[in-house]
């Protein structure tokens, strides 16, 4: 059964770094990319980083960019976000998800879908003092 | 960015009823776009992905369609589960992969 369980979550102050982790198990974790979303209380979803499945390609948005990591050690199946000076608007429930990609091809030309097929049930960051 | 512009952001509707969400795109995406249902405290699920296609396992009442940079999901019949919040997201070309800002269907 594809599974991701995400860890790591509590309360921290401002200016403070925090760690999260995700654990894969029942699919090759290697075979896939991998990505951070979270969602603040009563919020919508806020898509924040994007890793490749070898770790060679990464992106984040804007909100988090400078202050976030994002990496993975496909030897132990297991995606990271490490986060530094957060801030209160940081708290969240941070979910990992898997990216699947389908090959298409319209008038437009090849190319790939990509979206977040299996998703961890999320950690919760409190940053507050 | 691509920006994504979701609507309504709320929608009350009754079992049996036929509804649909509507999301644009501020610029082309192709049919880079995907429907996500969320319950109250669980994880998003994926329901449909390059804008019309079905993932395994959601049931065919479910549909996704495009019109240009405007996408809709349709439910044909509501039953008692759908009521929850639904996020389009476009993934085209290189991220960030936005989100659009949610609809929540309620019961009448």
């Known amino acids: 059964q594809e599974q991701l369980v995400e860890s790591g979550g509590g309360l921290v102050k401002p200016g403070r770094s925090l760690r999260l982790s995700c654990a894969a198990s029942g699919f090759i974790f290697s075979d896939y990319y991998m990505t951070w979303i979270r969602q603040a209380p009563g919020k919508g979803l806020e898509w924040i980083s994007y890793?490749?499945?070898?770790?060679?390609?990464?992106y984040y948005a804007d909100s988090v960019k400078g202050r976030f990591t994002i990496s993975r050690d496909n030897a132990k199946n297991s995606l990271y976000l490490q986060m530094n000076s957060l801030r209160a608007d940081d708290t969240a429930v941070y979910f990992c998800?898997?990216?699947?990609?389908?090959?298409?091809?319209?008038?437009?030309?090849?190319?790939?879908?990509?979206?977040?097929?299996?998703w961890g049930k999320g950690t919760t960051v409190t940053v507050s003092s | 960015d691509i920006q994504m512009t979701q609507f309504p952001s709320s929608l009350s509707a009754s079992v049996g009823d036929r509804v649909t969400i509507t999301c644009r795109a501020s610029?082309?995406?192709?049919?880079?776009l995907n429907w996500y249902q969320q319950k109250p405290g669980e994880a998003p699920k994926l329901l449909i992905y390059g804008a019309s296609a079905l993932q395994s396992g959601v049931p065919s009442r479910f549909s996704g369609s495009e019109s240009g940079t405007d996408f809709s999901l349709t439910i044909s019949s509501l039953q008692p589960e759908d009521f929850a919040t639904y996020y389009c997201?476009?993934?085209?070309?290189?991220?960030?992969?936005?989100f659009g800002q949610g609809t929540k269907l309620e019961i009448k």
């Open positions: 890793i490749s499945s070898s770790g060679s390609a990464i």
């Open positions: 610029q082309n995406i192709r049919s880079n």
């Open positions: 998800a898997r990216g699947e990609r389908s090959f298409y091809y319209d008038s437009s030309g090849a190319d790939y879908f990509y979206y977040m097929d299996v």
């Open positions: 997201q476009q993934s085209y070309s290189t991220p960030p992969y936005t």
